[in-house]
């Protein structure tokens, strides 16, 4: 049996509009240490021991509150309603054509301009955890329906594990998941390039030039994107020519295992595993980081200077028949699980 979680919370900032207190909650176990803002149910911190017993916190961010209300792209944020993008920000349901708003090139991306990562949630701490409660109003950001959901983080030895609930009064798409941004070197590194990839993903969606999936769902076989064995992202990037990853893998689905991607940075020892019931992973190696924002401690974030491995239905599914169902009715429950195992080698 793994030992004891212990949870605390205090006070992170204020918003500036009306004063209303963002908390945050740290969650502590053995080897690892979480810490979640109630604002977007931010990951603002994520400190793991390496193989020296040094403790490095692996993910991008922000000191204080007024880092997480400026511009940044959505560092540690749960996003919502949909993750990813929408083609031309519409799509129809029972007939009926939904607009939103357009927030990257001509399409949708991310819930639109307020979304899940801006809002404030209600919190409650469990006894290994903390959970978020968020009511997302019928016509939030041009969405149907009332949407209810919870969103809870539990911590066990090395696993912190994000469980997504929702419900909804009118029949609308939906696709959570976590923007975690992770260096396994420490959040400061300067580039991801020293870290292994393994992805358990046959196929991948290609995507048009507004980095929308063309439609087909692509065999990985003999190109870049064939990460079903661990490669190094440096010589990865090199012997393709590319310009690094930002592109959906189409989880194999894991009957007896939990993870289906794992990051291995060797200097350290760290190693992320992560597990998910969705379809997809979009792998994104942050190539629009420009080292323009000041993150923690003084922290510059460069281009390649972290992952994400977010965890999501395939992106534009609502508008592609031949993608997995994107849409949550009335009556249905929305409950998916991501699964971020930590351990060392
Ligand atoms: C997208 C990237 C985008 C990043 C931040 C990722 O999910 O795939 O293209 O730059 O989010 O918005």
Known sequence: MAAAVS????????????????????????????????????ITAL?????????????????TLEGYLSKHPYFGAVIG???????????????????LAINNGPNS?????????????????????????LV????????????????????????????YRAQTTKTTPINLTNHSYFNLAGHGASSVYDH???????????????????????????????LR??????????????DGFDHNFCVNLQKEQRYSARVYHPPSGRVLQVGTTLPGIQFYTANFLDGSLKGKGGAVYPKHSAFCLEAQNWPD??????????LLRPGEEYNHTTWLKFSVV
């Not at 400190?47 to 000191?63: H, K, T, W």
């Not at 393994?198 to 064939?226: K, R, W």
């Not at 190094?232 to 393709?240: H, M, T």
Request: glycine share 10%; charged share 25%; with cysteine.
């Open 7 to 42: 949870v605390s919370r205090g006070l992170f900032g204020r918003l500036p509009s009306d004063g209303a207190e963002v908390e945050r909650f740290q969650l502590k176990s053995e080897s690892l240490t979480v810490d979640v803002i109630s604002l977007g149910c931010i």
């Open 47 to 63: 400190q793991v021991q390496g193989r020296a017993a040094e403790s490095e916190d692996v993910v991008l961010g922000f000191d």
């Open 81 to 99: 309603r949909v993750a990813n993008r929408i083609a031309k920000g519409k799509f129809t349901v029972d007939g009926k054509e939904y607009e």
């Open 109 to 133: 991306i991310h819930g639109g301009l307020i979304g899940f990562d801006k809002k404030l949630w209600t919190p409650e701490v469990l006894p290994n955890g903390v959970r978020f409660s």
């Open 136 to 163: 997302s109003e019928d016509g939030d950001e041009g969405y149907p329906g009332e949407l209810k959901m919870w969103v809870t983080y539990t911590l066990h030895g090395g696993e912190l594990t994000i469980n």
């Open 196 to 226: 292994e990839v393994c992805i358990a993903a046959d196929s991948y969606l290609p995507v048009d030039d507004t980095m929308i999936p063309t439609g087909e769902v692509a065999s990985v076989q003999g190109s870049s994107f064939d």
């Open 229 to 242: 064995k661990p490669v190094v992202l440096a010589a990865q990037i090199k012997k393709f020519q590319i």
């Open 317 to 326: 599914a609502v508008n592609k028949p031949n993608f997995p169902d994107a």
